[in-house]
């Protein structure tokens, strides 16, 4: 079975950090390139981060950018996403995809999704 699956979701002050996973089962992602993304209650589902199959391009959104490290170890078949700083407004579910080089174009290009794991920042 082709999955992925997030890790690292939780409850966290303003300022704090999270790590969030996403980790592969079934496929290599070597070969993908792989997104961040984010959801809030009722609003549209929001392109975070990207990286391409070696690293060697990584995209953020504004609202991320200084704040937000995307890496990948292909080693360990695991995407990560070091979150520092985090703001109320960083309250989301994150999801992780897997896809082809317009994921760090149109944020689209998309394959596989991962379950989403939440992320809570409040005091």
């Known amino acids: 079975q082709l999955q992925l699956v997030e890790s690292g979701g939780g409850s966290v002050q303003p300022g704090g950090s999270l790590r969030l996973s996403c980790a592969a089962s079934?496929?290599?992602?070597?070969?993908?390139?792989i997104g961040w993304f984010r959801q809030a209650p009722g609003k549209e589902r929001q392109g975070v981060s990207c990286?391409?199959?070696?690293?060697?391009?990584?995209n953020y959104a504004d609202s991320v950018k200084g704040r937000f490290t995307i890496s990948r170890d292909n080693a360990k078949n695991t995407v990560y996403l070091q979150m520092n700083s985090l703001k109320p407004e960083d309250t989301a579910i994150y999801y992780c995809?897997?896809?082809?080089?317009?994921?760090?174009?149109?944020?689209?290009?998309?394959?596989?999704w991962g379950q989403g794991t939440q992320v809570t920042v409040s005091s």
């Open positions: 990286i391409s199959e070696s690293g060697g391009r990584i």
């Open positions: 995809a897997a896809g082809d080089f317009r994921l760090c174009m149109l944020w689209s290009g998309t394959d596989y």
């Open positions: 079934g496929f290599t992602l070597d070969s993908y390139y």
